[in-house]
DNA sequence: GGTGTACCTCCAGT
DNA sequence: AACTGGAGGTACA
């Protein structure tokens, strides 16, 4: 599918642009489809609560696209929609629903994607009780929220994520979404609902290496067929895991082929109500070892490693430890970073020089 | 159980 | 202008 030219990012660093970067700048303009003056509509949800920026282009979905300063569109399920908020004092946040059939219905799986019941401000002083370091970042990252999106959406993203970059990954998603319907278009990024199991078991790995999936293509196939194989159906069965622990339901992900620790920690995290669930790279590696277990710095990550990581932090901030580790995952990133930089990120550091 | 390596492809850095 | 090293890892020996 078209997108606007990739801003060239060389790595993760790009995941986080400044909270007022302007929008990309689509190469092919089209009609825009005003079949009517969008209306925006606010949204139950402050930006303490959530900021666009600090949610959307961090990781968790690659597929949501930013359409404006600070205006994100995506779909969920059948419903196309933008979220935005004022760049001013406005503190509130809008949505607007492109083509809804049904708004009420819109609004309320927006919520439940937003995982609009779980307050951060209420999970945030948690944390904050529990470590006074997390507030001194959290402080200048107000809004930083873990979505709750489609299983089998989330899982054939993070199928693509292996070991590879923010931009083929994006790519890589962009045409896996393309096989979906068509849901429309907005500010020149063209949008698709998520393709179901049927329609995705009827791409071969053949096509998919075409593509450019390379030796992810097998994992596609592969985990679609093995989750159609399933009793009751795929979808019922990623559903399942949502009741499950942690633990039952890592290993039941790890089943599925091109899935592993790491792919399931984060499909766990970010569709499966898993809170505690700590996807543990290079990155939570470094905050880890800097920050929660220092003697294990300079050692190298290793599997049992992870798990030691990943019980650290569950130790340290409990059953939501998911969402802080989200937060300074964030804190960690380059673009963060530097706005942190005269403040907070030192305060980090001297916290962990401290224990030493 | 802990280690090493191949695996697709793109691309920034030399 | 080639070339190499990595990139939110996983599978397999």
């Known amino acids: 599918m078209k997108r606007p030219r990739p801003p060239s990012p060389p790595s993760i660093s790009a995941a986080a642009k400044p909270p007022?970067?302007?929008?990309?700048?689509?190469?092919?303009?089209?009609?825009?489809?005003?079949?009517?003056?969008?209306?925006?509509?606010?949204?139950?949800?402050?930006?303490?609560e959530l900021t666009l920026p600090l949610t959307f282009p961090t990781g968790q979905t690659f597929r949501w696209k930013q359409t404006g300063p600070v205006q994100y569109s995506g779909s969920i399920g059948p419903h196309l929609v933008s979220l935005r908020q004022r760049a001013g004092d406005d503190d509130t946040i809008s949505y607007c629903l492109h083509r809804s059939a049904s708004p009420k219905a819109a609004e309320l799986a927006l919520l439940d994607f937003l995982n609009a019941e779980i307050s951060l401000a209420e999970l945030w002083s948690d944390f904050e009780i529990k470590d006074p370091g997390f507030g001194e970042v959290a402080k200048h990252l107000r809004g930083a929220r873990v979505l709750r999106q489609d299983p089998l959406e989330?899982?054939?993203?993070?199928?693509?994520?292996?070991?590879?970059?923010?931009?083929?990954?994006?790519?890589?998603?962009?045409?896996?979404?393309?096989?979906?319907?068509?849901?429309?278009?907005?500010?020149?990024?063209?949008?698709?609902?998520?393709?179901?199991l049927e329609r995705l078991s009827r791409v071969s790995e053949d096509e998919l290496r075409k593509a450019g999936f390379g030796y992810r293509a097998k994992y596609i196939t592969g985990t679609v067929s093995a989750l159609q194989s399933k009793p009751g159906g795929g979808?019922?069965?990623?559903?399942?895991?949502?009741?499950?622990?942690?633990?039952?339901?890592?290993?039941?992900?790890?089943?599925?082929?091109?899935?592993?620790?790491?792919?399931?920690?984060?499909?766990?995290?970010?569709?499966?109500?898993?809170?505690?669930?700590?996807?543990?790279?290079?990155?939570?590696?470094?905050?880890?070892?800097?920050?929660?277990?220092?003697?294990?710095?300079?050692?190298?990550?290793?599997?049992?490693?992870?798990?030691?990581?990943?019980?650290?932090?569950?130790?340290?901030?409990?059953?939501?430890?998911?969402?802080?580790?989200?937060?300074?995952?964030?804190?960690?990133?380059?673009a963060q970073k530097a706005l942190l930089q005269s403040s907070q990120s030192i305060q980090l550091v001297k916290s962990s020089e401290k224990k030493k």
């Not at 923010?166 to 896996?176: E, G, L, Y």
């Not at 569709?271 to 294990?296: C, E, F, G, K």
């Open 20 to 48: 007022l970067s302007p929008p990309p700048t689509p190469i092919l303009k089209q009609k825009l489809q005003r079949t009517g003056a969008p209306k925006w509509l606010p949204l139950k949800l402050t930006q303490t």
């Open 154 to 196: 989330c899982l054939i993203q993070f199928l693509c994520s292996s070991n590879n970059n923010i931009a083929r990954i994006t790519k890589m998603v962009d045409f896996v979404s393309s096989l979906g319907l068509y849901l429309g278009e907005v500010e020149g990024f063209e949008f698709h609902q998520f393709p179901s």
């Open 235 to 334: 979808d019922e069965w990623l559903l399942s895991l949502r009741k499950l622990d942690l633990q039952d339901a890592i290993a039941a992900l790890c089943t599925l082929p091109g899935v592993g620790p790491k792919v399931a920690a984060c499909i766990a995290l970010f569709s499966l109500d898993q809170h505690s669930a700590i996807p543990v790279d290079t990155h939570v590696w470094q905050i880890a070892t800097r920050y929660l277990v220092p003697d294990l710095a300079g050692a190298k990550l290793t599997l049992k490693l992870c798990s030691r990581v990943a019980e650290a932090f569950v130790s340290k901030y409990g059953e939501y430890a998911g969402w802080a580790q989200t937060l300074l995952f964030i804190a960690e990133l380059p």
